[in-house]
């Protein structure tokens, strides 16, 4: 009985030993934003197997020179593999939008996911131009926010804001069909919360 408590607690305390350094994100970093290793500190963290540790940046390994998230990372979060972009791996092509002010939500910020929607264009009597546009239409799902200028002057509000959008590699497959559409009548970004 002694020699069995004696095995049962040798491999415990060696099982207790089974810790994997990893990077974790110091504060939230937003989709297109360069990776340092001043955003990372280390943590020793036990998973259950290499496969679920192979998701996340070992603490061993140096983060790859030009390193930009593909998605917004929260603080204290492990830092994932699949959120990591090189100039290899096909970074976030950045697509500037200019909408009218209010068709912008109140909350996107740098980061925020957003759903960019082309409307039908009104003219200025409100009503819906003589050629047809189909119903709105959704363009980009799911992209960040790379850049969100604030709005207005001292003079006064602006009618117009400004967002850039980060649209990931092959999504969607035809970005030049997405760009063009953008023309076809007033834009609105949708926030997901």
């Known amino acids: 009985m002694v020699a069995l408590c004696a095995v049962l607690g040798a491999r415990l305390l060696d099982g207790a030993d089974d810790t994997v350094g990893v990077w974790v ?21 036990r998973f259950e197997g290499q496969g679920d540790a192979d ?5 061993d390994d140096d983060l790859p020179d030009g390193a930009t998230l593909g998605r917004p990372v929260g603080a204290g979060e492990m830092l994932p ?3 990591l972009r ?3 791996t096909g970074g976030l092509t950045e697509v500037p939008l200019a909408m009218a002010a209010d068709a912008v939500p109140s909350s996107v910020r740098v980061g925020s996911t957003v759903d960019v929607w082309v409307t039908p264009r ?7 131009p003589a050629r047809p546009v ?10 960040a926010v790379l850049a969100a200028p604030g709005v207005g002057t001292s003079l006064g509000p602006a009618t117009t804001r400004s967002v ?3 649209v990931p590699p092959g999504r969607p497959r035809r970005l030049a069909t997405s760009i063009a559409a953008l023309a076809e009548g007033d834009l609105l ?3 997901q919360q």
């Open 189 to 191: 970004l949708t926030v």
């Open 134 to 143: 189909v119903r709105s239409r959704l363009l980009f799902d799911d992209v």
């Open 86 to 88: 090189t100039a290899g």
């Open 164 to 166: 850039v959008v980060g």
């Open 122 to 128: 009104r003219d200025t009597a409100g009503a819906t």
């Open 81 to 83: 593999r699949a959120a």
């Open 55 to 59: 998701r996340y940046v070992s603490a």
């Open 25 to 45: 994100v110091r504060g939230a970093l937003p989709a297109g934003q360069p990776v340092t290793d001043a955003d990372l500190v280390r943590r020793e963290m």
